[in-house]
């Protein structure tokens, strides 16, 4: 079933429901959306002449277009490649290039940017300003037919960075969106028709991911005037579009709480918060549930399994009299419905209850595999099991912990950061002999990312200098904070540095 169809669904049961909301202001009812939708759809395939299977991407900040275009994109039996608008030209270039996207959609901000990526995207052919005449042309004619789609067709390519330093794309089918956006009534919350959802994460991650399982219940989808997240802002919408659900970030939990903002919500305002993307320390979790009530649901996901490994349920957060109430807040919950999760050994064994080992799903919501890359999805998908590369532990009662990242992956403000990648751009300083990058815990961001580099002899490389390469190559948020020079990185006998003696160090 194509995708799109929940859409369809909703503007005949909801169709006079606010669809979508700028700030304060509805800018279209579900009826409207889906006949908006359907004519972009056409415009897809006869002006810009994209066929069945075709990948259009986007890089936008969170705005009501984001949700029209990628409705447009599914009605037409097109395949949507949504980007961090905070990633670095070089990174859009490689997304561009390897997806074959022959479109790209964007919001002012970023259209020097992708203009710039698309010189090295050689079958991208044309970007379109969703502020322009040209994309207000495309609501103009008549609606186009709703392509057919097999539930194995790729719909949404999700670029996550490996630990080669290249980003991957997870292919995800309209199967697997579908059984995602089930699995989010049966585990987290099955919301009333006529509610919102604030868009205050980014749209190409998960709060994108949430639109499936709100639009279909007639909830309004909201994005902020500032195209981010702001508490005060946030907590006026809120108020403006009542029974709201939102995703954020542990961080952005935080700083929802300690702000003085958080005690003008008003009754009935928040329905729920669904946290993910990084840990959530215990006592941060406390507080938040002492400000907001018994409103939170954790969930742990992969951009190969979206949204759904597993989840610590609303219910479970508010049994304060359990007597591992605290351990569970601490742990990642039970596996989702859609899904079976195991932790085995090396050679896929599942290990003793208690025992640490990697956190392998299956399930519908599993990825097909990575875009044009066989190796790496032979690697990552073994006899129908995805290979997450966490590490973690059940206990008695079947909650997961999770006890380390195999890949060395830091997570900052609920990003993911890959150290490799900045290894690659550190060591083309041609002063830097070695260097290793780790994650240092930061009470704010969760963790915040240190380099250690040692010079080659007879030379000094600057912070400065090294900054500046990274910006030059990376996203910023990627950079180092911190840069430790060192005559040596410890190694073991192998001759493998040893990350675990440098987050020592620190």
Not at 51 to 62: I, L, P
Request: with cysteine; hydrophobic share 40%; aromatic share 8%.
């Amino acid at each position: 079933m194509n995708i799109a169809h929940l859409l369809f669904n909703s503007a005949q049961e909801f169709r006079d429901v606010a669809a979508l909301a700028r700030g304060t202001i509805a800018t279209a009812s579900y009826r409207e959306l889906w006949r908006k939708v359907a004519v972009m759809s056409m415009h897809l395939r006869a002006r810009f002449g994209l066929a069945r299977g075709d990948r259009v991407a986007f890089a936008m900040t969170n705005s009501v277009e984001s949700i029209e275009v990628m409705y447009a994109i599914w009605h037409a039996g097109l395949c949507a490649v949504p980007m961090n608008a905070k990633l670095h030209a070089k990174e859009f270039a490689f997304i561009l290039e390897n997806s074959g996207a022959k479109l790209c959609f964007v919001t002012p901000d970023l259209e020097s940017t992708i203009a710039e990526a698309a010189k090295e995207a050689a079958a991208l052919k044309e970007i379109v300003d969703v502020t322009t005449r040209s994309y207000t042309f495309m609501g103009v004619g008549d609606p186009g037919t709703m392509a057919e789609a097999e539930p194995t067709d790729p719909a949404w390519l999700f670029y996550t960075s490996g630990t080669t330093g290249r980003p991957k794309g997870a292919t995800l089918t309209h199967r697997n969106l579908l059984a995602m956006t089930l699995n989010y009534y049966a585990d987290v919350d099955r919301p009333r028709p006529g509610g919102s959802i604030v868009h205050a994460a980014p749209i190409s991650h998960g709060s994108g991911l949430w639109n499936f399982p709100m639009l279909a219940r007639g909830s309004t989808q909201v994005f902020p005037e500032s195209g981010k997240y702001e508490v005060p802002e946030t907590v006026e919408l809120m108020n403006r579009w009542p029974d709201c659900s939102i995703f954020l970030a542990p961080t952005m939990v935080k700083r929802l709480v300690e702000h003085p903002a958080v005690g003008e919500i008003r009754p009935g305002a928040l329905r729920l918060i669904t946290y993910g993307g990084a840990p959530m320390y215990v006592s941060d979790l406390k507080r938040a549930m002492d400000a907001l009530g018994n409103v939170l649901c954790q969930l742990y996901g992969q951009g190969e399994s979206p949204m759904t490994i597993t989840h610590l349920s609303r219910e479970v957060h508010g049994l304060r009299e359990h007597p591992r109430w605290e351990q569970r807040l601490a742990s990642a919950g039970l596996p989702d419905t859609c899904v079976a999760v195991r932790v085995v050994d090396e050679g896929g064994k599942p290990v003793p209850m208690g025992e640490v080992g990697e956190i392998i799903v299956k399930g519908d919501t599993v990825m097909t595999g990575y875009w044009n890359n066989p190796d790496a999805t032979a690697r990552s998908l073994r006899d129908g099991w995805l290979w997450t590369g966490d590490v973690g532990a059940f206990d008695e009662d079947g909650f997961l912990t999770l006890k380390d990242r195999s890949k060395d992956m830091i997570i900052s403000g609920g990003s993911n950061i890959y150290p490799r990648e900045i290894e690659d751009v550190l060591n083309l300083h041609p002063s830097v002999a070695e260097c290793s990058v780790v994650g240092r815990p930061h009470p704010e961001w969760g963790e915040e990312v240190v380099a250690f580099v040692v010079p080659r002899p007879g030379q000094a490389p600057t912070p400065a200098e090294l900054d500046r390469l990274c910006l030059d190559n990376i996203a910023r948020f990627k950079r180092p904070k911190d840069y430790r020079f060192v005559d040596a990185l410890p190694k073991n006998n192998y001759g493998k540095i040893l990350k675990t003696e440098l987050r020592a160090l620190l």
